[in-house]
T-cell receptor
Framework: GAVVSQHPSWVICKSGTSVKIECRSL??????MFWYRQFPKQSLMLMAT?????????EQGVEKDKFLINHASLTLSTLTVTSAHPEDSSFYIC???????????FGQGTRLTVV | GENVEQHPSTLSVQEGDSAVIKCTYS??????FPWYKQELGKRPQLIID?????GEKKDQRIAVTLNKTAKHFSLHITETQPEDSAVYFC???????????FGSGTQLTVLP
């Protein structure tokens, strides 16, 4: 299967600071990526869809100025949580969309804890 | 948009028994229905999927059935083992929406 690398796998930061999460596809290229968020004991919820070379599309209730997405290339997308607060503590997972393959390819996930 | 409902939220079975988890979806345009197993702190792991042109698919102890008319699909695990204990999610995608919409999850516990 396709290889997706997401890091860091976990991060602890102070309230008010920013955290960047990277997601790379190692053996394929794709134009579209999905970022999901999963709170403890809850399901995965789509936060935003990013396309290489264009602005990301955010789901209702997700602040675009707080969760900055940079889809710089066909193999790299980053999510920056700006001015993080404890309520942003969650598990963030990226998923690359390969148009010719319906299966989703997830990163390992990033456990963010804001203290 | 798509809405996926999943039941039950928790399920306990004795080792060797079968487990069934059910999901319903709302968007008739959805055509891809994967099931994931997720262990604590890890990414979802695809265990089986089915597309809308198929009614049933089986892979060893795991099977999935799809009823397009009723818009529901089910996961069946036979001869359960303690290592099957995890959270299971159903999901749906398709039509103009390639992102996955997940069900709420089922915590499966297999008792030895």
């Amino acid at each position: 299967g396709a290889v997706v690398s997401q890091h860091p796998s976990w991060v602890i930061c102070k309230s008010g600071t920013s955290v960047k999460i990277e997601c790379r596809s190692l053996d394929f290229q794709a134009t579209t990526m999905f970022w999901y968020r999963q709170f403890p004991k809850q399901s995965l919820m789509l936060m935003a869809t990013s396309n290489e070379g264009s602005k990301a599309t955010y789901e209702q209730g997700v602040e675009k100025d707080k969760f900055l997405i940079n889809h710089a290339s066909l193999t790299l997308s980053t999510l920056t949580v700006t001015s993080a607060h404890p309520e942003d503590s969650s598990f963030y997972i990226c998923s690359w969309d390969r148009l010719l393959n319906t299966e989703a390819f997830f990163g390992q996930g990033t456990r963010l804890t804001v203290v | 948009g798509e809405n996926v409902e999943q039941h039950p939220s928790t399920l306990s079975v004795q080792e060797g028994d079968s487990a069934v988890i059910k999901c319903t979806y709302s968007d008739s345009a959805s055509n891809y229905f994967p099931w994931y197993k997720q262990e604590l702190g890890k990414r979802p792991q695809l265990i089986i999927d089915i597309r809308s042109n198929v009614g049933e698919k089986k892979d060893q102890r795991i099977a999935v059935t799809l009823n397009k008319t009723a818009k529901h699909f089910s996961l069946h695990i036979t001869e359960t083992q303690p290592e099957d204990s995890a959270v299971y999610f159903c999901a749906a995608s398709g039509g103009s929406a390639r992102q996955l919409t997940f069900g709420s999850g089922t915590q499966l516990t297999v008792l030895p």
